[in-house]
């Protein structure tokens, strides 16, 4: 694939610690440019804690991490300007209505009172939800809060958007659309950095790294590492490297 | 800056949609104020008074007559010597004494100005200060309708005494009290509980991986409470003013001082609980527990400080709130200025700067 060239995220040798626990061991991997990447690992093997790192939430004890171009030590804010983030929580104010959340949202990247307005209206348009743009977010169902949290964590055009479980507690349909508005990013050229509990999810990906204990124990295609452990699908290759 | 204002509107959106919020932010204080205002009641009528004319002239007999005929007052006794004051109130029936200068109208023609003495009983503190407050005004309503009018520019002070309790203990303890603690409670609980809130749904995280730095965000949340608490400060002061007939004897621009100071130390309170919690029931918990019992049962409110054990005594010197109560209570009824309340300032300003040191301090730590 000739898009997926240009790296957008580079670790080497990451090692976070937190006293004598060991979160992240020696993570070395590279993102490319436009790529879903999905990041696996039972929960406790150090996922959170990686993406902390690279959202610039949290510094590493040791080793070097780029993220869009920028240097997660000296240059923390330029990578927050360049991320979008979308946690498990979908985040969005619940009392909020759903063009106040986009708003808000917009304003703390620095956007315009403009430039917000006429993008919130073709986002409205694209999404199909003219008609509860003024409907507060805690009566929507929760596949349209997802899709409304995800839209807002690219409002601002990033070049990475990272998901931390972003189809939780929604039904296969829902997270079946969902996927459709992933693809749809990364066609844009932005960058996913995805993780999940759904091994099905999985197959949607680029790439998969498999994390567990604080190391990164499988990383390639999802074709590749299905060959590699001699496994029917990503399933089983998750539970030989888990157990 | 834009993010900042987008911040603090989003900020207020959240108040003004919960009508929980709103509830104990307005409906509170002033229930509370009124609750607290009219336990003490205020109603006076038919409240036996002596009067000692020491001079006797046509001045002097026509206040009388606007003081008894006002409906509030009986004149239970003339009386003729200072010795009789003391007898009058002992005997239980009168509640206030009226004392005229020896040569009441000639000195006001003379001098421009002569005084009358209110003395009350303030072993029921409330009702010697109503009383002595509608006497007060008797008196300058006359000063204003006949001698004002007659073209006599003529002033008559009138001097207060309490007697019994002179610092009217007790009865003033509600306002400065009341204040106290809904400003804990608006300052303190509703910040801590609103950052939690956004740990609890996720969006803290969110705005931390934004480009917004931490201290804005903080900054942001604070101010819509600062704003309500100030304002709140200011209805309580205001109601107490004219409802209960507080005084304000000291300077109101450095009465509102030290409330915003206690406000600051309030806010950081609330910040700093906020670090320790990731939940709104933990915030709420810790409020309540840390800080609203103890404000109300410890700060002198309503028990009197010097009545406690030794060691409730040391505990309560570490309540902000009984502070904040020196103050006020300084401020308005005795009408003193910094000069006076210097070290229970410095103690605020000492409480606000290391609450703040601390949040900060655990926040950076959270973060790392």
């Known amino acids: 694939m000739l898009k997926h060239t240009e790296n957008i995220i580079v670790v080497k040798n990451l090692i976070k610690k937190f006293g004598s626990f060991i979160a992240n061991d020696n993570l070395s991997f590279e993102v490319k440019k436009g790529e879903i990447f999905g990041f696996l690992g039972a929960n406790g093997a150090g996922k959170t804690t990686a993406i902390k790192i690279l959202s610039g939430l949290s510094f590493p004890t040791s080793g070097d991490v780029m993220v869009a171009g920028y240097d997660v030590y000296k240059e923390r804010e330029k990578v927050k300007e360049n991320i979008g983030y979308m946690s498990q929580k979908f985040s969005l104010y619940e009392d909020l209505t759903v063009r106040e959340n986009i708003r808000f949202y917009g304003g703390i990247y620095g956007l315009s009172g403009k430039y917000i307005k006429e993008k919130t209206e073709s986002l409205l348009e694209r999404l199909k939800m003219k008609d509860i743009q003024n409907s507060l977010i805690s009566s929507l169902p929760l596949g349209w809060k997802q899709k409304i949290a995800f839209s807002v964590a690219i409002f601002h055009d990033p070049k990475i958007v990272f998901l931390d479980e972003p189809t939780g507690g929604v039904d296969p349909i829902t997270r079946r659309d969902f996927w459709e508005m992933i693809y749809e990013a990364s066609d844009s050229g932005i960058t996913v950095f995805v993780t999940t509990h759904y091994m099905d999810e999985a197959e949607y990906c680029d790439r ?6 604080g190391r990164i124990e499988g990383l390639d295609t999802p074709g590749e590492l299905k060959k590699q452990f001699n496994a029917k699908n990503m399933d089983e290759v998750f539970l030989k490297i888990a157990r | 800056m834009n993010r900042f204002i987008g911040f603090v509107k989003k900020e207020f959106h959240h108040i003004f949609r919960d009508y929980r919020t709103m509830l104990i932010l307005f409906g509170m204080p002033i229930a509370q104020i009124l609750i607290f205002g009219y336990v003490v009641s205020n109603e006076i009528t038919d409240v036996n008074i002596a009067i000692f004319d020491k001079s006797k002239d046509n001045i002097t007999q026509e206040i009388t007559n606007k003081i008894t005929s006002s409906g509030f007052f009986i004149l239970h006794d003339n009386l003729n010597s200072d010795q009789e004051i003391e007898k009058a109130f002992k005997r239980g029936i009168v509640r206030e004494v009226i004392v005229f200068e020896p040569n009441f109208a000639e000195k006001l ?13 303030a072993s029921d503190a409330n009702t010697a200060n109503i009383v002595s407050n509608y006497t007060k005004a008797i008196i300058n309503s006359y000063v204003k309708n006949e001698l004002f009018a007659q073209g006599l520019p003529y002033e008559i002070i009138p001097e207060v005494r309490m007697l019994y309790n002179d610092e009217l203990k007790g009865v003033y303890m509600f306002v400065p009290g009341t204040m106290a ?13 609103s950052i939690a809130r956004e740990k609890e749904l996720g969006t803290m995280e969110v705005l931390l991986v934004s480009p917004l730095k931490p201290l804005p965000i903080v900054i942001g949340k604070v101010i819509p409470y600062m704003v309500l608490s100030f304002i709140n400060a200011v209805v309580i002061i205001a109601l107490s003013y004219f409802v209960f007939g507080m005084p304000i004897q000291g300077n109101l621009i450095f009465l509102l001082a030290e409330t915003l100071l206690f406000i600051f130390m309030a806010l950081s309170l609330g910040i700093l609980i906020s670090t320790a919690s990731n939940s709104q029931m933990v915030a709420m918990f810790i409020s309540m527990f840390a800080l609203m019992l103890p404000t109300m049962l410890l700060s002198g409110f309503i028990f009197p400080i010097e009545n406690m054990p030794k060691i409730l005594q040391w505990l309560s010197s570490i309540m902000p709130a009984k502070y904040f109560i020196i103050i006020i209570k300084n401020i308005m009824i005795k009408g003193s200025g910094i000069g006076i309340v210097w070290k229970e300032t410095l103690i605020l300003v000492g409480m606000t700067v290391f609450f703040l040191g601390l949040s900060i301090k655990k926040f950076k730590v959270r973060l790392e």
Not at chain 1, 208 to 213: K, Y
Not at chain 2, 109 to 121: F, P
């Open chain 1, 208 to 213: 998969v790294s498999i994390m567990d204990q």
């Open chain 2, 109 to 121: 023609k003379r001098d421009g100005k002569a005084g009358i003495q209110i003395i009350a009983d």
């Open chain 2, 181 to 193: 603690l809904i400003l804990m409670l608006v300052s303190a609980m509703m910040t801590s509980i």
